[in-house]
């Protein structure tokens, strides 16, 4: 039984690793893409 606990509570410690990294994944990605819009406009202005 105590096997079993510890390796559900691993299980559980790596789940919420894993779901942290993906949410610092989104925001990084969501910071390039705002970034790169960014990007874009001023292009735009600059061209314009």
Not at 23 to 35: E, G, H, M, S, Y
Not at 36 to 41: F, G, N, R
């Amino acid at each position: 039984m105590r096997r079993r606990i510890n390796s559900h509570r691993q299980v559980v410690a790596t789940r919420r690793k894993r779901l942290v990294h993906e949410r610092r994944k989104k925001i990084v990605d969501r910071r390039a893409v705002f970034f790169l819009l960014t990007l874009e406009d001023e292009k735009n202005i600059a061209f314009n």
